[in-house]
């Protein structure tokens, strides 16, 4: 059971910035940008940490604005101004205008209204660090309209996709809201959300001069284990779309990341396209989702009787709508046959009626009926006007017995293949490849796992992001460029080393790329 305090936390991204990292962020980006603002803007202040660094660094005079939802915050925001204000005549300078109010609905005319382009505006501060998904879940309404800000379609704009960072949202919205100004921003947030801000500027029709994030250690700040960063960018025409990381203590440079040749990376430094920079010839696919664990996923010793979370037993047979299943934590080898764990699949594709059920398998009929309540109370969009008990991620492909695949999760990727008497099912934290041929997926396996393979994904994955490995990022992936660079002799190696009871020839391997590279020529993909 959560807390109330720790749902408070959560519902508000409660991360107060302590005073001296706050003066220190303040002093960086004086230091090493020159700013003189004539008007900074601080978005949900929170208890105002950061005022004492914006009033004792940057050369005065300027207008402070300050946002804040917390009334309790906003007071005690008011009383730490009111005790650095009146005994130092310099603060005479200074203009200062807090609103306690929503920063989803906040009028910023407010603030339009003393700025003209000739100013310098500053946007500085620490936006909350949660998703909409967490708000969701614990019914809050410290949220925004749930509009597709980037333009999503299908079932992207409803699902994962649209899993949106709260402090994304805000930085976004805040930066096209001053697209027309002079507008610098320095913003403590999550590093995934610096880099998908870089990766959508086009999506939010943003330009921007600079684009630099200076990375630190969450734990020694907020005592908390996240990849976190100050994000510092600065609007204006030069449509620059790379942002440098450097350590935040030393400044020194760790890499680059953003778009090279028309493809996103996470780490490059002025390099050519990667030589197994493409599209996938095969289509990575993503396993079941059904959000419903405690009915749905069951343990079993004999398949025939299988025990829910509930710890319910009951009977159903093997290979009609029960499968084994796999999650992102069972994939730890190279070659998996065996699963500790099953999965209900009431529907062979996406959207298909589920009431034939009762006249094929009723005690399974039976068995969701009386679970219904568990169904019903699924909180997200995709379920709504579906078929009863739907699930997503399902189709053709769930159904063949060889696959490769991946766990979404792990920052070392490790691809697997396999292989069951029965169709083997993933959850929906994996990604997967279907085979009907099983040399063609040995070969696939062994240049995905090839050190050339491992090197590009590094390159082009996230490794701070919860989720490093996506269907973007797998579909990048060309087997047909990959196979060019990885030799019959290492390919051999890998399968005598990992799937000894396996053996392909050189002309099976040709045979691979030939039918790869008329896959690439014809773009049957």
């Not at 396999?418 to 169709?423: D, E, R, T």
């Not at 090839?450 to 996230?462: G, Q």
């Not at 989720?467 to 060019?484: A, G, H, V």
């Amino acid at each position: 059971m959560i807390s109330t305090n720790a749902i408070r936390k959560i519902e508000y991204g409660d991360f107060q910035t302590p005073e001296l990292f706050a003066r220190k962020v303040c002093q960086k980006i004086h230091d090493i940008y020159k700013l003189s603002p004539s008007i900074i803007l601080e978005p949900t202040f929170g208890i105002g940490n950061f005022f004492p660094g914006i009033i004792s660094t940057f050369p005065q005079p300027f207008k402070l604005f300050g946002i804040e939802i917390n009334s309790d915050y906003y007071n005690i925001a008011q009383q730490t101004i009111s005790k650095l204000t009146p005994n130092n005549i310099q603060h005479q300078n200074i203009q200062i205008k807090l609103f306690n109010d929503d920063i989803f609905s906040f009028n910023y005319d407010k603030i339009k209204d003393s700025l003209s382009t000739d100013n310098h505006l500053l946007i500085i501060g620490n936006p909350p660090w949660v998703t909409n998904s967490q708000l969701s879940s614990l019914n809050s309404n410290n949220i925004p309209n749930k509009t597709n800000q980037k333009a999503l379609c299908g079932l992207d704009a409803i699902t994962g996709k649209a899993n949106f960072d709260i402090g994304e949202y805000i930085i976004t919205s805040l930066l096209c809201e001053f697209s027309n100004f002079n507008c610098f921003l320095a913003m403590i947030c999550k590093l995934t959300v610096a880099k998908n801000i870089i990766r959508d500027l086009s999506a939010y029709n943003l330009s921007i001069n600079i684009a630099d994030v200076y990375v630190f250690k969450a734990t020694d700040v907020f005592n908390i284990n996240c990849d976190v960063c100050l994000f510092v960018t600065q609007l204006g025409n030069d449509h620059k779309k790379v942002c440098s990381v450097y350590d935040f203590d030393t400044n020194k440079k760790i890499r680059t990341f953003g778009w090279l040749n028309g493809s996103f990376y996470s780490n490059f430094n002025g390099q050519e396209k990667s030589a197994f920079d493409g599209k996938c010839q095969l289509e990575w696919r993503q396993g079941i989702k059904h959000d419903c664990v405690k009915v749905m996923e069951f343990m079993s010793s004999d398949e025939v009787y299988f025990q829910n979370l509930l710890k319910e037993v009951h009977s159903f047979t093997m290979g009609r709508y029960i499968f084994p299943l796999i999650k992102s934590s069972d994939i730890k080898s190279f070659y998996i046959t065996k699963t500790r764990k099953y999965v209900l699949v009431p529907q062979s594709r996406v959207n298909e009626e589920t009431s034939i059920i009762k006249h094929i398998e009723p005690n399974v009929w039976d068995y969701l009926q009386n679970h219904k309540n568990y169904f019903q109370a699924r909180r997200s969009l995709i379920y709504k006007n579906s078929p009863e008990f739907s699930i997503f991620g399902v189709g053709d492909y769930s159904f063949s017995k060889i696959k490769i695949g991946v766990s979404g999760f792990y920052k070392e990727p490790i691809f697997s293949l396999i292989i069951g008497q029965y169709p083997i099912m993933l959850d929906d934290t994996c990604y997967f490849l279907s085979f009907n041929d099983l040399n063609d997926a040995i070969i696939t396996l062994s240049l995905l796992n090839s050190k050339e393979c491992n090197s590009f994904l590094k390159n082009i994955a996230f490794l701070e992001s919860k989720r490093p490995f996506t269907k973007e990022i797998l579909q990048m992936i060309d087997l047909y460029k990959l196979s060019e660079a990885v030799s019959f002799e290492t390919i051999s190696q890998f399968i005598f080393d990992n799937l000894n009871s396996y053996t392909i020839s050189i002309e099976d391997f040709i045979n691979f790329k030939e039918r790869f590279k008329m896959l690439q020529e014809q773009r049957l993909f």
